[in-house]
């Protein structure tokens, strides 16, 4: 169940995690995508629920989110090729050569498309052209999707990995942190690196040396990614419990415990954090007094992380037969529509605005 919360959806990423997530100006969503099981990319009008495009990719959805910037829509799928998308019309413009099988969530800066394939080696190519730049051949597994920031790209791995700081054109080893991490993206806000491991807690790094600031414990270990919101990072785990943590110290802020476990990473936007639990709820909190502002019952583990645009709360949902996408209304949870795939749908959705401007969660609760 760790390597879930991964597709939850979330990079981001994409990860600018200190800033809040509010629109600008009358700016609303044009698009919505979301993948499935079935292998299908696809993408969804944010007001009726209807499908614009879908194209398959011949890849399973199950472990992975998708990467959008600059119009393109970058997937690795599962057990397969890493692809670049039109996000407008569905064609694909190019695909990774070779014989590297993908999954996981790609990640892209400064023109540069961050992936790992099952091998646990992570390849970073071209965004424009899908031709290879360099490899990590660290062999470290992971499904959780990499941030970076000021020439440096950060790089998790499973237990036999940590944390990786590398030169971000070269590929060059900067520094590494020993932890276990399944599927927590790292969210970044100024010189901290944070993330949920399963052995040390919520962990925060200095993202230039890679020296441990402070560590906070909870009652369970911790596969989702943290967002971050006016110097409090938000995180859930497996003791069923949602936490605000004071980035400067560490300290907690406070707690909010639901009737299951919590791997959907949070999303904040207008004052709320937004997140789901496996007790089949989604959930509205205020970021400064953890009060519940509602809860919508969705019937269904809720492992998928939440997007916010436009006054919209896009959440996948269920764990077997045709899963759903559901459109929520940010502002009291109640539903908008529903709409169905052909297969499971675990992850995170990523939003277009109509400016341009993409919008992802579950990989650090973050979004550009």
Known sequence: ??????????????????????????????????????????????????????????SSFDYSSVALDNGVIYASGTYDKLYAIDAYSGKIQWTLP?????????FVYNKTVYAVDI?????AVNALNGKLKWKLERKVHSLASATAADGLVYLVGGQDGGVFALNAETGKEQWYYKASINSSGPALTGNLLIVGT??????????????KKWNFTSGGRIACSPAISDGVAFFGGEDNKMYAVNIS???KKWEFSTGGYIVSSPFISNELVYFGSYDGKVYALNIHTRQKVWAYNAGRTMESSPVEAGGTLFIGDGRFGKDRLQAINAADGTLKWIFEANDYIYHSPVVLMKSGKAIHSGLSGARH
């Open 1 to 58: 169940m760790y390597h879930r919360c991964l597709f939850f959806a979330v990079l981001l990423l994409f990860l600018f995690s200190c800033n809040k997530s509010k629109e600008v100006g009358s700016d609303e969503p044009l698009m919505v995508y979301i993948g499935s099981k079935d292998g299908y990319l696809y993408a969804i009008d944010p007001v009726t629920g209807n499908e614009k495009w879908k194209c398959h990719t011949k």
């Open 119 to 123: 091998s646990g080696t992570w390849y």
């Open 98 to 106: 070779g014989d590297a099988v993908f999954h996981g969530t790609p």
């Open 249 to 251: 110290d560490g300290s």
């Open 198 to 211: 399963l052995d040390q807690g919520l962990l925060a790094l200095d993202s230039k040396t890679g020296t």
